[in-house]
């Protein structure tokens, strides 16, 4: 073959890949054609036998040409195109597993569009837990003086099977304190707690089983639920948590593999569960043979009454699954949860954990561990608690101040959230749009039912993460947007 | 009723709790007993109502009592037991659906015995990256400057539809470099690679459905497909990486539907996927309509030849997806592995992750992005790189030196791990029990193998975690073990 070539325009090897590159594009080399043997062509060429093999190895990594066992080197045949498969808005083809994926796998609603310029910075009742309460600079402190004090290989796997003993041995002398009696080898750390629902999930669940919830409920659960193709049977909840006394029916029409609860606090609606509705629920859950899934996502966030024992701890052994969190009662941005269970399921739920992804941090776990055991993680939660109280107490204030009274609201004994029911005729999806353009933030209550519309009446206000100033000008652009909203 | 009580015995509320608790457990109120009202009681004994309502909110919080709606006080049942149970080894009984968890998930082999006194400190050719090369205190100084910069929101949640997108840009570039186009948009952060694997199984496949694995792989991927009910299709791997010509009539007969590879210094044998392989690997997919979960988790640490291109580069579009982690580059204690996807199913895997672990921590997301736009992370692979293709080296001289030469074993050209063909009848696992006596520990290859037995006659060993003079003691020792153990 002839390749004119230049050693004034570059290195040779280019030239030769370039001009060999155009060839095999424009066909005069098909797919199937043998190229000559690199010693055959640098002597054709009066170039060096390694300046062809550079060219061909270029060629050969792009995918163009590829060698035969011991039968020289031949120009490939492009990749082939999946016949069967979709095309998406923007004309492009998938294979047919993508289109079987999405079917088992259908996209849930889309989020609202950003808003234009021109509006006020919003007062944000939405997230969770305020960054500027965080110990953000303290746990950098404690980070750094684990690695002088552990070394680098606290930023290695650590041991898969038995993560963090002393974290584990100082969270479970801390539910010890609250009644839970237990030990570090009950205790699975995990990727935030809803790591352990996931987690959960995967080791009880399959596609279609049933799960009993709250209904409404923590959004994420619900999502993780639904995510996983799982039947969800809600029971009302009122000031006393979970309508128990209506459950007996549902556990027997639809035998659900699960019960998921949050005894305290629940978010959306802040309900404490009543002392008889924990024992009622855990005798019914026993007589029907299923797991209780207790969720005590905020439990040492309380600002008034008297806490409820966990339902975990009314357990005779291996009934109640529970699971804490330093999410909103340190930082979530941790990502440390972690799971109490006795029995089989405890060395199954760790398995899920360590193939889901092998290890949460041991940086981390040892740095939290040490913020525990000098006291700094009690010494925030007892700040922390301080100041969200107070918030509680202004956003009380507020909607006094600003609402009318036919908003109606429970005040929450402790946790973060606030439960709101709008007046007859408004319609919180609609309250959002208006409020967002007033300048004031808040999660609508259809987020937390299973049927969306269910939830059209209620919107859920986050105090924690907004100062009582904050606080006061959100609830009052709120009662504009309220205004506004009439009918 | 009578309660005797000594102010100077301690508080009274106490007293009478006390002594109440004492009566019911004896049976003198027995279930369903009504007690005396507050009022009533406090009258009897002389003392404030307020002392009698503690008292009985100590034995309610406790479970012993509880309120009836409208109807005054009742001594309570005992939390009933599960009758359907089931006894462990400690004679503890539990409940039935703990039973029926059991035979989903199967427990696994179990671990060796620890090791008495009296042996060498060991030389591990287990485990994972050096630490002592892990750049920790640069790392420390980011996460500083992140916080310094970023402030303590960084310990938030962060943005959960869209996670640091400035993360996700680098490694789009990173990857586009590499030849591998893509945009931000198509990278999903995960926690570890091995989340990634989850997560591809979590949204793609169910209980009983088929996966394609070279076989031998890695371990803690047969264990996510084995623990969420997968059936494991094996296909030989030889120095050129997966036998593809085989797999054809695999795919007709078991239909799976997944293909897991490792196409780069693969785990445990170390070989690179041919780029012929390659090719015939994606048609084949292509025909059959599977997708490729392609795990390129040490693609950059190559000590010698040329790369191949990534079987994503010949991806024309959604046929691949191609899985990247941070722990064997830098270091595992991050926990950050990211997923390259496009088309439908890159929207259903985001919102898996999100339903598994909400986020991965923003802190060590934003610090990762300023370690790699700083040009650190670059700098520590050359650094790594350099010291493990020495110690790849190392290792060669030290099997050349102490093994005897039917002990086989093929160079790699990368990665961090070598794979050794023993003698004929030596059983990998007697050698490790005489290897840990003798002061040496490896992975034996029946870890790896879908059938255990298969890898008798294999050991794995990580040289990139040892010194030099490490590797030629260790290798010392296991010629040692070897001797002893030979027939």
Redesign the interface.
């Known amino acids: 073959m002839y390749l004119p070539l230049d050693p004034k325009t570059g290195p040779l090897f280019r030239q030769i890949e370039q001009q060999l590159r155009e060839q095999i594009e424009e066909g005069r080399y098909p797919p199937g054609a043998r190229l000559p043997s690199t010693r055959q062509l640098a002597e054709e060429l009066g170039v060096s036998r390694i300046t062809v093999k550079n060219a061909y190895?270029e060629l050969?990594?792009?995918?163009l040409i590829?060698?035969?066992e011991g039968s020289g080197t031949y120009v490939?045949p492009p990749?082939?195109?999946?016949e069967?498969g979709?095309e998406?808005e923007a004309g492009?083809?998938?294979?047919?597993?993508?289109?079987e994926?999405?079917a088992q796998?259908p996209?849930?609603p889309t989020?609202r569009p950003p808003l234009g310029d021109g509006h006020p910075a919003p007062v944000d009742f939405t997230?969770?837990?305020d960054?500027?309460l965080?110990p953000?600079?303290e746990?950098?402190q404690t980070?750094?003086a684990v690695?002088r004090h552990d070394?680098?290989?606290?930023?290695?796997?650590?041991p898969l099977?038995q993560q963090c003993p002393s974290l584990r041995h100082t969270i479970a002398q801390m539910l010890t304190n609250n009644?839970i009696l237990c030990t570090e080898d009950e205790i699975l750390l995990?990727?935030?707690s809803?790591?352990a629902l996931?987690l959960v999930c995967?080791?009880?669940l399959?596609?279609g089983d049933a799960v009993l919830v709250e209904d409404p409920s923590y959004n994420?659960a619900l999502?993780?639920f639904r995510?996983?193709g799982l039947k969800l049977i809600g029971v009302p909840v009122d000031a006393e948590g979970m309508c128990v006394e209506l459950i007996e029916p549902l556990l027997q029409k639809h035998r659900p593999?699960l019960i998921y609860t949050m005894p305290n606090f629940q978010n959306p609606t802040g309900a404490c569960l009543s002392?008889?509705r924990r024992?009622q629920l855990?005798?019914l859950a026993?007589?029907y043979?299923?797991?209780i899934l207790e969720d005590d996502y905020a439990g040492d966030l309380r600002y008034e009454g008297?806490?409820?024992?966990a339902i975990k701890?009314?357990?005779?052994?291996?009934?109640v699954i529970y699971v804490g969190s330093f999410?909103k009662m340190l930082?979530?941005?941790?990502?440390v949860g972690y799971l109490l269970a006795?029995?089989?399921?405890r060395?199954?739920l760790a398995?899920?954990k360590?193939?889901?992804?092998?290890?949460?941090?041991?940086?981390?776990l040892r740095a939290l561990e040490h913020f525990m055991s000098i006291g700094r993680y009690q010494a925030h939660l007892r700040r922390a608690g301080r100041a969200y109280g107070k918030r509680r107490d202004a956003l009380l204030a507020a909607i006094r101040r600003h609402l009318p009274a036919s908003v109606r609201i429970e005040a929450p004994q402790g946790g973060l959230f606030a439960w709101l029911q709008l007046p007859a005729g408004i319609d919180a999806e609609a309250l959002l749009d208006q409020a967002r353009r007033s300048g004031v933030l808040f999660a609508p209550g259809s987020r937390f039912f299973i049927e969306p519309a269910k939830g059209l009446r209620f919107i859920r206000l986050n105090f924690a993460t907004r100062t009582p100033d904050e606080i006061d000008l959100g609830i009052a652009r709120l009662a504009q947007a309220l205004k506004a909203s009439q009918p």
């Open positions: 190895a050969e990594s792009d995918g590829g060698p035969r490939l990749c082939c195109l999946c069967a979709t998406d492009q083809t998938w294979p047919l597993w993508q289109v994926a999405l796998n996209p849930p989020e997230g969770a837990g960054p500027r965080f953000a600079r746990f950098m980070m750094a690695i070394g680098a290989e606290v930023l290695g796997y650590g099977q009644g995990t990727t935030g809803q790591q996931a995967h080791a009880l399959k596609r994420f999502a993780l995510t996983l593999r002392g008889e024992r855990l005798a026993d007589r043979n299923i797991p008297r806490a409820q024992p701890r009314l357990d005779p052994g291996g009934r999410s930082m979530p941005g941790l990502r006795e029995g089989p399921i060395g199954i398995r899920h360590r193939v889901t992804d092998l290890a949460t941090s041991p940086l981390i």
